[in-house]
Antibody, heavy 119, light 107 residues
């Protein structure tokens, strides 16, 4: 069974750093891109970027480029989303999602990680 | 970026109704479109894609159609578990983009 299990809720202060994780199982991790999707409170879905776990090549949305970093640990079958300096506007639920295959829509999603940034 | 415009943004319907949600892309997306259902507090769930069809386990009352820039999701006979928010997504060109969502509510 394919599973994407994300790390738990985070409460941080502006300016702090953060890394959240997405641990995968049940499939060959390096065969499928992982994307990250943001959902701000009461809002829709925003694609942030994707990473190829086979070589760590990452492709970012211009809206998020330079503010977040995607990475993977192939030994742990885990993908990461990190911020060097959080802002209040980063408060949202973040989802990781596995690509279907050669087509980059998302057939499996993590359960979401709620990030709250507040002073 | 390719803009995805969904309509309507909200919809009230009754059990057994047939409903259609439309998604229009700002430019051609070569049939690279997927539909998701999201319930409150849950992750989105893939329903279907234009290229690969209905996802395994999704009821056959869900169907998709369209070409070029205009695509539709149809639910043939609404069931209680279908009341949720629906999103389209284009995956032709990065940055991938979603429609703003259609909230389907019980009349």
């Amino acid at each position: 069974e394919v599973q994407l299990v994300q790390s738990g809720t985070e409460v941080k202060k502006p300016g702090e750093s953060l890394r959240i994780s997405c641990k995968t199982s049940g499939y060959y991790f390096t065969n499928y891109w992982i994307s990250w999707v943001r959902q701000m409170p009461g809002r829709g879905l925003e694609w942030m970027g994707r990473i190829d776990p086979s070589d760590s090549y990452a492709d970012y949305s211009p809206s998020f480029q330079g503010h977040v970093t995607l990475s993977v640990d192939r030994s742990l079958n885990t993908a990461y989303l990190q911020w060097a300096s959080l802002k209040a506007a980063d408060s949202a639920v973040y989802y990781c999602a596995k690509a279907y295959g050669y087509e980059d829509f998302f057939d499996q999603w993590g359960q979401g990680t709620l990030v709250t940034v507040s002073s | 970026d390719i803009q995805m415009t969904q309509s309507p943004s909200s919809l009230s319907a009754s059990l057994g109704d047939r409903v259609t949600i439309t998604c229009r892309a700002s430019q051609g997306i070569r049939n690279s479109l997927a539909w998701y259902q999201q319930k409150p507090g849950k992750a989105p769930n893939l329903l279907l894609s234009s290229k690969s069809g209905l996802e395994s386990g999704v009821p056959s009352r869900f169907s998709g159609s369209g070409s070029g820039t205009d695509h539709t999701l149809t639910i043939s006979s609404l069931q209680p578990e279908d009341f949720a928010t629906y999103y389209c997504q284009q995956y032709d060109t990065t940055p991938y983009t979603f429609g703003q969502g259609t909230k389907l509510e019980i009349k």
